[in-house]
């Protein structure tokens, strides 16, 4: 069983920027597929960007180039660097790590943007 903690939302205006971090609890962290997603009231929870073991990152389209997913394997931490963030960023934000069929995740963390 991995845990998986949250932390770093919070209240921001427009335009503003957070940095989500993720911390887990696995000594074989370095070797798992990470996501971070989102899921605002009344809508699906969808993937906002992901990191594989060696580092290839993908994004929604609505993020690119305002977010930045990254790792620190020696910490056990991924990360979420918001910027530019818009009202419609509004969402609670949750990690995922996958690997091997199993997957995990944290219990998330509320980003609200709003001025």
């Known amino acids: 069983q991995v845990q998986l903690v949250e932390s770093g939302g919070g209240l921001v205006q427009p335009g503003g920027s957070l940095r989500l971090s993720c911390a887990a609890s696995?000594?074989?962290?370095?070797?798992?597929?990470l996501g971070w997603y989102r899921q605002a009231p009344g809508k699906e929870r969808e993937l906002v960007a992901r990191?594989?073991?060696?580092?290839?990152?993908n994004y929604v389209d609505s993020v690119k180039g305002r977010f930045t997913i990254s790792r620190d394997n020696a910490k056990k931490t991924v990360y979420l660097q918001m910027n530019s963030l818009k009202p419609e960023d509004t969402a609670a934000y949750y990690c995922?790590?996958?690997?091997?069929?199993?997957?995990?995740w944290g219990q998330g963390t509320q980003v609200t943007v709003s001025s």
């Open positions: 696995t000594d074989f962290f370095r070797l798992y597929y």
């Open positions: 990191i594989s073991s060696s580092g290839t990152t």
């Open positions: 995922k790590a996958d690997r091997g069929g199993f997957n995990y």
